[in-house]
Each structure stands twice: as C-alpha cells, then as structure tokens.
C-alpha cells in the first residue's frame, strides 16, 4: 500500500490532479478547514464549499466529499448515504482528535491521561453509525489513528496545516517586554492541558532561584495568543495527551522551542527528527531547567521546529498529502475489503489491527501526588530503561489481580476459622457450665465449697418442695 500512496504524491504537479472535484463540507468558522479548501484551490483543484446549515439535498456533484467533524454528520446519516449512493461520490471523514479520544481507551497507554477530566468524545454506537456511511477517515495524528481504527476500515493520518507566510510576519513582530530575563508561556483554553502541574514546576523553579517570567495564556482570542506566544522564549503545549497540538505546531512555526507529551509507545510513528522536548506532569520540571539554562538549546530546537513546520505543517506540504488520499480513495483497483492505516507523515501503511489499543487492561491507578522530577530526560527515557509495552502491562495487571483474589480469599478463609472457634467456645461453655464451676469451686478453698455446697443443697430441697406442693 505504501508504494501507491508514495507515487501519488510524486505526480502531484502532473494534470490527472486538476480532473478531480472535491467538495469540502463544514461549519463556519472552521479554520482548518478554511486553509485546506484555499490551499486545494491554489493547488489548481476545483473545489466546492458547503456549510454544514445547507440541506444535504441542495449539494452538487463531485468526486470527493470530504466532511469536517461528526456532529452534524451524525444527524443526517440518511441523506448522506442517498447523497452518496446518488452522485457515487466517495466519502471521507475529518476527526479533530478530541471527537475520537475517549476516557476508556486513552488511559490504556498513557498514564497522565486519567487526569484530564474534560473528554468530550462522541458515543460509540454514533461513530459506528458514522462509519456505515464514511468507511474511510482523516485524523491528524498516531494517536487520534488509535482511536479510530476501531470504527473504520480505513484511517489516513494527515498533519495538521497552517499557513506560514502569516506565521512569518507575526515573527517578525514579536518583541522582548522583559529584557534578558527568559518568558516562559503556556497557551490553554482551559485546565485540560495541565496548568496545575505546570504551577507547580514553576514554582520549584523559582524557589531554586531561577529568574523568568511565566505567562498562563487562557481563553485568549486568536490574535493576542499569537501575539504572546511570539514574545515567549518557551512554550508549553499540554501535559497529559500523547500527541503534540497546533498550539505546539504554531509554536514552531514562530521558532519557539515546545514541551508537549508525547507517548513513548508511538515514538516510532513519529518523525525521528521532531524537535518537541516530551514532557508530562512528573518530567515538566527536569525538561525545563536545561531549557532555561541552555540558550543555544532553545534556539537550536527553535530552528529544527520551523525547519519541522516547513516539511510537514505547511499547506503546500499538506496538500499533495491530501490530494494523494483523495486519489487512493478514488482508485478503481483497490479492494473494499483492504483495512489500513495510511501514515502520509512518514509515508507507511499497517494493517488497522496494529492500530488498535490493547483490550482488557485495566487503567493504570491515579498518581495524582507523584511528585514533580525524575523521569525521561531531554533525549528521552533514561539509557537502559526497560519500556513496558501493552503486553507486559497486561500481564503485570494479571499477576496483581491474582495476588488480590488470593489475598481476598485468605482473609475469607480466616474468617471462616474465626466464626467456627467462636461457636465451639459458647458450645463447650453451655455444656459444661457445671464442670466448670465445680472446677472454679475447687480454687475458692475448701471451706467456701462446703458453704457453697450447702447453700446450693438448700436452694435444690427448696425447689422440689415448691415443686411437689404445687
């Protein structure tokens, strides 16, 4: 499969591109989408945009519909699938990762994902609804590639676009407000991304005597995030999630060095020259000091993320990316029965089974007071680190509930024992009440047992007299 996708992408320029009608489908205001369908237009391609507010019925003819987001989509299922099978257009669905990544199966390979309480996925049962009618989708990254493998038979990974002219200008604007001392900012709409930790790190930061100035930029507009990010020395993207944002890919555009998470079991799915430092709640503090400390650092990582922005990032590189799927959608000798992953950042393909998360694990447990150091360092994990995989995870999981049920057991087991020496010790006291006593008379003295021993012949003559005379 790699093979095809490859030599599309190396006749992009060639005529067959300008032939295909693409028509791009979403909701206004849709930045992405926006630079996608300018960028096809550029490229020479006839493209047609529809917003999400128009009947299904009123779309024209095409080759390619491509849809941003679910929501809508999930509405009006019925008139997409006549829709298609009318124009035989062939259909393709854009994730934002956010409408994929659920609470269940991201807490499987990453630890820090338990921590993000924010996950606005959409239900199951819809995205299988979803992929009835749109077999194939587009995500913007390995991660987001996970969670869809699951409902559809066919996943290309396409990065995220920006346009960099825009990016240049805004660089060259950027303007140092306090003099040597490094600015440090965090761009976030809101707590998902980790600002507790963030705090924290800072904090022991400055306590060791380090002299910055940090920046928590949230629900900023558009513009003043950027004008803020130009002005930092280093950013933070998000700590929790195991793929970088297009905050981090923004970032880089502007040259600013960028810690992000980024999970180590999809490292080899990643370009081996991505410049972003891998930081997560328990690392951000090591990750930073160096950064703080090395200028040349921050300005050698700075030019390998814009230098990492031009090759994948720009829309003149995302579009032949694009342009190869719409051409791999459409291609007559294809199977239907084919179920991949197309990678177009690193130009691989694997079978969609590898894509999927590992089943029955259970979540790692909460490490909400792990403290901040330690961990992976600048390069990564420490040399001779031993990685766990999902497989080991899984069975150290097996081996802890095992020794759990044995444990359990034990303890019912001992119960049991506890119960049973109980009812024979009231059952041995009731029985032998008398031998015991004559046993305790023993100890009082012989002459309390005969003062007793009368006592207790009286009260018996007493008796049977009382009971003879009634």
């Known amino acids: 499969m790699r093979h095809i996708l490859d030599s599309r992408m190396d006749d992009f320029h060639a005529g067959e591109w300008i032939g295909l009608k693409i028509m791009q489908v979403y909701e206004s205001g849709h930045s992405q989408a926006d630079i996608i369908a300018q960028g096809l237009r550029d490229a020479g391609c006839e493209t047609d945009v529809y917003r999400w507010n128009v009947p299904v019925a009123d779309y024209g003819p095409c080759d390619v519909v491509h849809v941003h987001g679910a929501s809508a989509v999930a ?7 006549s829709y298609v099978q009318h124009y035989r257009a062939l259909p393709l669905i854009q994730y934002e990762t956010f409408e994929i990544r659920s609470r269940l199966d991201a807490v499987r390979n990453n630890f820090y994902a338990h921590l993000d309480d924010r996950y606005s996925e959409l239900p199951e049962e819809l995205l299988k609804q979803v992929s009835s009618v749109f077999p194939g989708c587009i995500v913007e990254s390995a991660e987001a590639a996970e969670y869809a493998a699951k409902f559809h038979r066919r996943v290309y990974i396409v990065p995220p676009a920006i346009r960099l002219q825009e990016w240049d200008d805004r660089k060259s604007r950027g303007e140092r ?75 880089m555009a502007l040259g600013k ?27 951000l503090y090591r990750q ?11 300005r050698s990582l700075g030019e390998r993320g814009r230098t990492q922005v031009l090759k994948h990032h720009a829309i003149e590189a995302v ?46 447990p909460p490490a909400v007071d792990q403290p901040i150091g330690g961990g992976e360092s600048i390069n990564g994990p420490p040399q001779g680190a031993v990685q766990k995989t999902p497989a080991a995870r899984s069975r150290r999981t097996a081996r802890r509930a095992f020794r759990k049920r044995r444990r359990a057991n034990k303890r019912s087991r001992n119960s049991r024992r506890r119960k049973a020496r109980r009812g024979r010790r009231i059952t041995t006291r009731v029985r032998a009440t008398g031998r015991m006593v004559r046993k305790g008379i023993k100890r009082r003295g012989r002459r309390k047992l005969r003062r007793l021993a009368r006592a207790g012949a009286v009260r018996g003559r007493r008796a049977r007299r009382r009971r003879m005379a009634g």
């Open 75 to 81: 509405s009006r299922l019925n008139e997409w699938s």
């Open 177 to 251: 407000l306090f003099g040597k001392r490094t600015v440090i900012a965090h761009i976030a709409a809101d707590e998902s991304k980790g600002d507790e930790y963030i705090e924290k790190a800072v904090a022991r930061l400055r306590d060791e005597g380090y002299d910055f100035h940090y920046e928590r930029v949230r629900n900023a507009g558009g513009d003043e995030a950027i004008e803020r990010m130009a002005k930092a020395d280093i950013v933070i993207d998000q700590l929790f999630h195991g793929s970088y944002s297009l905050t981090a890919i923004e970032a």
């Open 257 to 283: 060095p960028v810690l992000s998470h980024l999970r180590e079991d999809l490292r080899h799915r990643l370009d081996p020259e991505l410049p972003v430092v891998s930081a997560n709640p328990a690392t």
């Open 288 to 298: 930073m000091v160096p950064l703080l400390e090395n200028e040349e650092l921050r």
């Open 319 to 364: 579009i032949p990316k694009l342009l190869a799927v719409y051409r791999h959608v459409t291609d007559p000798n294809q199977a239907e029965n084919v179920t991949f992953v197309f990678d177009l950042m690193t130009g691989e393909a694997y079978p969609i089974e590898r894509a999927v998360s590992v089943r029955g694990a259970e979540p790692p």
